[in-house]
């Protein structure tokens, strides 16, 4: 009897928990406290309550690796198409069905098999001091690897998955030795060796180091939010280009979610990825962080749309993964 109360005593407060806990536990490259407001609206809306765990991408996807099927984790939000595929070889994350989703997301920007779904787009586009620099010049990538712009350009560093991803896409539109041929140019007019982030290159073109980069839209957005005064004072520096508007269009990126394979709450976590969708959840998304919406049928923020027009190079998304290599493979050996 007694050994019989110690089971139910062990037993009986995890069946009461699981049967009360209505949670979904995330993994995201977003800080919890940028995205509690849309948080709290789930919540309310559905009753589910949301556990956040936030991090750095590369770090969020090693420990989904490292814990398998005993990870606590039901969703994961990272950057980048390129990683997201990879969750997929690696077999973290699970395919899902869902009828909202499909409608909500063009299928250039999820996985035909379902496995991840792109919840925003980020765009690279290039950067250039207003003071030096008349921008009627610059209208493509290659532009960049003019002569004229000899240690007049600086960049992160070509190892950095926006770089590659970038890469990717030129060898997908032109072909390996066009990729190679640009890579070696654009390096070739750098002005300093690649250093800090894409913020930074902003922060170098205000201070007269160099007159041009390239880096994605959203830090240029951050900027003009910035506590800083300095960093305001970049922004006013600083114009934005959004090159190849008339051929490829902009590369493009996005950020995404998917179900991990261990998910104990994975109803949850569909109706959290479909909730990102919805209209009111994709204005603050995209918003936040200075994105364009993932849906066709939604605008860019009012100042996203001062920066002009975005024709982005959706249709390459899906076709940059098997290109990731290569790129690798093309930077590494331009010393980028
Ligand atoms: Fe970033």
């Not at 009986?12 to 699981?18: C, D, E, Q, V, Y």
């Not at 070696?184 to 170098?204: K, Y």
């Not at 508007?245 to 590369?251: C, K, R, V």
């Not at 939604?298 to 920066?307: H, V």
Request: charged share 20%.
């Amino acid at each position: 009897m007694n050994r019989f109360i110690l089971l139910l005593s062990l037993i009986l407060p995890m069946h009461t928990s699981a049967a009360v806990e209505n949670v979904v536990n995330i993994y995201s490259f977003r800080q919890a406290e940028l995205i509690n407001p849309l948080i709290n609206a789930f919540t309310q809306q559905t009753g589910i309550k949301i556990n956040v765990v936030s991090g750095k991408a590369n770090v969020l996807m090693q420990r989904l690796i490292d814990d398998g099927q005993h990870s606590f984790a039901d969703v994961l939000l990272t950057t980048d198409v390129a990683r997201l595929e990879q969750a997929k070889q690696l077999k973290i994350i699970q395919p899902i069905q869902s009828e909202i989703l499909i409608n909500n997301i063009p299928k250039s920007l999820r996985d035909p098999e379902h496995y991840w779904f792109g919840t925003s787009i980020r765009a690279r586009a290039i950067f250039y001091s207003k003071s030096r620099v008349n921008p009627s010049k610059l209208t493509t990538y290659q532009d960049l690897t003019h002569k004229k712009w000899q240690g007049k350009l600086c960049s992160r560093k070509g190892s950095h998955f926006y770089n590659r991803s970038m890469v990717a896409s030129f060898i997908h539109h032109h072909g390996q030795a066009w990729a190679n041929q640009w890579t070696e140019e654009f390096v070739s007019n750098l002005a300093m060796r690649p250093q800090g982030g894409d913020r930074d290159q902003l922060r170098l073109i205000a201070k007269g180091s160099c007159d041009v980069t390239i880096a994605n839209s959203y830090y240029y957005g951050m900027l003009s939010s910035s506590e800083k005064a300095n960093d305001r004072d970049v922004y006013q520096k600083v114009g934005i280009i959004f090159p190849n508007a008339e051929n490829t269009g902009t590369h493009v990126n996005i950020s995404g979610a998917a179900v991990t394979s261990a998910a104990k709450n994975k109803q949850n976590a569909i109706k959290f990825i479909e909730f990102l969708t919805t209209s009111i959840a994709q204005q603050f998304y995209a918003e936040l962080n200075h994105e364009y919406p993932i849906r066709a049928d939604m605008s860019p923020s009012p100042l996203l749309s001062s920066w002009g027009k975005l024709v982005a190079d959706k249709q390459a998304i899906l076709q940059l993964p098997k290109f990731h290599q290569q790129a690798k493979t093309i930077i590494k050996d331009n010393r980028w």
